[in-house]
C-alpha cells in the first residue's frame, strides 16, 4: 500500500521532469545532428558539421565571454549576497520577515520592465552623466559596457544567492560560534572555519542557482549592454531567430550545457576539497 | 524617472515598429496564444491546404460571425475593424500578435489553427507556401487587388501572384539628428565614412543580419541579397571596420537613443519617424534612403490553411483595400501602400512623406528581400562582426 503511495506522489513529478527535461533534451541531441531546412527549421541528418562549426574561433568567443561574465556575476553576488544573508539570518532580529520580503517584492514585477528601469537609472540622463561630471569625461557611460550587463546579473540573480545562504546561516548554531570565541579563535578565524564550512552547502546551492540562468542571459546584454557584449544567449537567439538554424542552435545549446556541466563540476569538486578530511580531524 | 519609464515601456509595447521587435512584444505583449494551443482539435472535415496542381476554391457562402487574425501589434486600424464588423454582421473580430515572422512560422510549424488570417513579411510566404500553412487566393473574391501596384506583383517570393496579398511596404535606411550631424547623409558610402569618423561611437544599427548587410553590399554595388562568397568576403571587411565604432545593436529602443543624443546615426527603419518628428526636442530627426539604393521590405496578408472562417476572411481582404479603408490604413500605420487608388485619400502629410512614399527615382533602386538566412558565411560573418564590437 505505501509503494503505491510513493508511486502515487512521484508519479506527477516524475511525469513532469520526464516531459518537460528528459524528453526536450533528448529532442534538443538529435536535432544537433541534423541539418537545416531549405526555409529554417529542421530537416533529419546525421552530420557533425554542426559541432564542427561551434569550433570556428568566432564560435568559441562568445563561450568564453558567457563564462567570464557568469563567474565574475557568481563572484558578485556572493559578495553582496553573503553578507546580507548573514545580516538578515543572524542580526535583523524581528525585522528578518520584512527583510526577506523586501528581497521578494521586485520579482512582483516583470523582469524585463525592471531591466528597462536600470537602462534610466544608468543612462546620461541619471547616474551615468552624474559619474561623466565626476571624472570630466562627457563620453563615459555605463550602459553599453560590461559593467552594465555584470551589474544587471548581480541585480537580476541576488536573491536566487540570498535565499539559500539564509536559509542555511539561520539553522546555524550561534553556540558554536561564541564556543570558538571562548576557544580563543579571532573573528575571521571564526568566520572562516565555523561560519563558512557551515553556510558551504547554501553557498554552493545558491552559486549553482545563480551561475547557470547567467551562462544563458540572454535580454541583460541585449538591454544594459546594448548588444555589445555578446554571450551564449544572444548567439542561440540568433541561431533560432534570425537564421531558424534549429540544428545548429541545438549544437550550441549542447555545448553550453557541456561548459556549463564542466564548470559546475570543477566547482563543486575545488569547493568540497579536503571538506572530508576536516570533518574527520573535527572529530 | 517614473515617466521615462513610461514612455519607454508604452513605447516598447505600442510602437509601430512592431516589425522585428523581438524584446518589446515578447516581453510585453504576450499576444494571446490560447486560441492557437485550444483550437487544433476543433476542425471537422477541414480540407487539406493545396499544395501544387491547379488550385480549385471552395464555394463562397455566407459570411461568417467571427474572424480570426494573426497580426503585429498595432497594424490594423481599429476604426476600420469596428466598421467592417458593422458591415458583414461579424461580431467576434480577435486580434491577437506575434513578435517576428519566426513566431508566426513557429506557431504554424507548431500546429496551429483556428486563424484565418496572418501577415508575415513577403520573405517568409515560400515557407510557409512549403510548410502547408497557408491556402492559394481566389482572386475572383478580392476584385479591389486590382489597385495594387504591378511593381508589388509577381516578385520572387511569390512569382504567380498566388499566395499573398500585398498589405504594406517600408524601407531600410538612415536615421540622423540633423540638428547634430550637419554633414551632408544621403548614402551608405557618407553614413560608414561619418560613422567611422566623427560620429564614431554615436552609431546604431538594428540587431537583424539583413538589414545590416544591406550596407556593406550596397556600398560595393552588389545586390543585398547576394550570397557570393567574395560579395560577402569584401562585406564582411566592411563590416569588421564598422564594428568598432558601433555604439549599439538595437531593434527595439533604437529611437529612444537617437531621442537621447547618445546616438546620432542609426541603421534602421521608418517607424520612429513620426513619433520622433512630432516632438519639438527631436523633430530634426531626418530618414534618407540611401542612393546607393537599398532593401524595402513588404508585409503580405496569407489566409491560413483550413481557416475556419474563409468567407469573413475574404471579406476582410477585399474591404481592406478599398480605397478609402487602405487609406485609413496608411493613415494609422504610417507605412506605405500598395494600393495606388487609396493614394487619393490619404492625408496630404502622410502622402508627401518622402520617409513613407519614396519618390519614384527611389523607389527604382530598392530591392525587395530574399531570405538569405540560411546562408552560412552571412550567419558567420554576423557573429564575428557582434563579437568584435564588443571587443
Known sequence: ?283 | MADQLDDILRRAAHNRIPRRSFLAAAGLLGGSTALAACSSGGGGASAAPSTGGEATFPPAGDVEKQLFMYNWSDYVNPDNMAAFQAEFGVEKFQYDTFANNEELLAKLQAGATGYDIACPTAEYVPAMVEGGYIQKLNWERIPNQKYINAAFKKQGWDPNDEWQLPKDFGTTGILYRSKLVTEPVTSWQEFFDLAKGKYSGKVVLVDSMGDVFVMPLKMLGKSLNSVEKADLDEARKILLDLAPHVLALDSDTYQDKLASEEAVLCLGWTGPILELRANADTADIKYVVPSEGSLYWLDTWVLIANAPNPNAAYAWLNYVHDPEVQAAETNFTGYGTPNDEAKKFIDAEVLADPAIFPPDDVMSGLEGAVDTSGNEQRIDIWQEFKSAIGG
Open chain 1, 1 to 283: 500500500m505505501s509503494a503505491l503511495l510513493t508511486t502515487a506522489l512521484v508519479f506527477p513529478a516524475g511525469l513532469w521532469y520526464l516531459a518537460l527535461l528528459v524528453a526536450p533534451l533528448l529532442i534538443v541531441v538529435v536535432f544537433s545532428f541534423g541539418t537545416r531546412a531549405t526555409n529554417g527549421g529542421y530537416e533529419p541528418g546525421l552530420v557533425l558539421n554542426n559541432y564542427e562549426r561551434l569550433l570556428q574561433p568566432q564560435r568559441i568567443e562568445p563561450f568564453f565571454t558567457s563564462l567570464w561574465m557568469a563567474i565574475a556575476g557568481t563572484i558578485g553576488c556572493l559578495l553582496v549576497g553573503l553578507p546580507l544573508a548573514y545580516f538578515i539570518a543572524t542580526r535583523a532580529g524581528q525585522r528578518k520577515g520584512l527583510f526577506i520580503l523586501l528581497l521578494v517584492i521586485p520579482f512582483w514585477t516583470s523582469f524585463l520592465i525592471r531591466t528597462y528601469a536600470w537602462l534610466i537609472v544608468l543612462g546620461r540622463e541619471n547616474l551615468g552623466g552624474f559619474i561623466g561630471e565626476l571624472v570630466g569625461d562627457p563620453d563615459f557611460r555605463i550602459l553599453g559596457t560590461p559593467a552594465a550587463v555584470l551589474l544587471g546579473l548581480v541585480y537580476g540573480y541576488l536573491p536566487l544567492m540570498v535565499f539559500p545562504l539564509y536559509v542555511t546561516l539561520e539553522r546555524m548554531d550561534r553556540t558554536l560560534v561564541e564556543a570558538s570565541k571562548d576557544l580563543g579563535a579571532a573573528r575571521w578565524a571564526t568566520f572562516r572555519q565555523v561560519t563558512l564550512p557551515i553556510a558551504l552547502p547554501g553557498l554552493i546551492t545558491g552559486s549553482i542557482l545563480v551561475f547557470i540562468p547567467m551562462m544563458g542571459e540572454y535580454v541583460i546584454p541585449s538591454i544594459l549592454g546594448y548588444g555589445r557584449t555578446f554571450l551564449m544567449g544572444n548567439a542561440l537567439v540568433d541561431a533560432f531567430i534570425q537564421t531558424r538554424n534549429w540544428p545548429f542552435g541545438s549544437a550550441m545549446a549542447v555545448g553550453l550545457i557541456l561548459v556549463m556541466l564542466v564548470t559546475i563540476t570543477i566547482y563543486v569538486w575545488f569547493v568540497n576539497r579536503g571538506r572530508h578530511g576536516r570533518d574527520v580531524s573535527v572529530l
